[in-house]
């Protein structure tokens, strides 16, 4: 059965760190476009990073850069999102999806893709 499992969300001070992580099963990431979303009450979907199959393209949504780094595990059919330097603005749902045939940039931009994981929460409070 295809799935994707994210993990490592939680409750963190402004300033604080997490790492996520997407976990696949039934699909080889290695031939997919990865991504990273978020959804806060209220607000549309955003796409926060993307990193393609090769992992040598990347993107980064601008409120983003500098503090959030994307990556894959090799041989572990994981992707990897370190955030630091948290945010309140920050605080949100975030769910990793696979994509084939998508480029980083344009599949944050539309934030659709083929295949999501049920999401994990991410709050950022004092």
């Known amino acids: 059965q295809l799935q994707l499992e994210e993990s490592g969300g939680g409750l963190v001070q402004p300033g604080g760190s997490l790492k996520l992580s997407c976990a696949a099963s039934?699909?080889?990431?290695?031939?997919?476009?990865v991504g990273w979303f978020r959804q806060a009450p209220g607000k549309e979907r955003e796409g926060v990073s993307c990193?393609?199959?090769?992992?040598?393209?990347?993107y980064y949504e601008d409120s983003v850069k500098g503090r959030f780094t994307i990556s894959r595990e090799s041989g572990k059919n994981t992707v990897i999102l370190e955030m630091n330097n948290l945010e309140p603005g920050d605080t949100a749902v975030y769910s990793c999806?696979?994509?084939?045939?998508?480029?980083?940039?344009?599949?944050?931009?539309?934030?659709?893709?083929?295949?999501w994981g049920q999401g994990t929460q991410v709050t950022v409070s004092s």
């Open positions: 999806a696979a994509d084939s045939g998508t480029a980083p940039q344009a599949m944050c931009l539309r934030a659709w893709a083929d295949w």
């Open positions: 039934g699909l080889n990431l290695d031939y997919y476009a």
């Open positions: 990193i393609s199959n090769s992992g040598d393209a990347t």
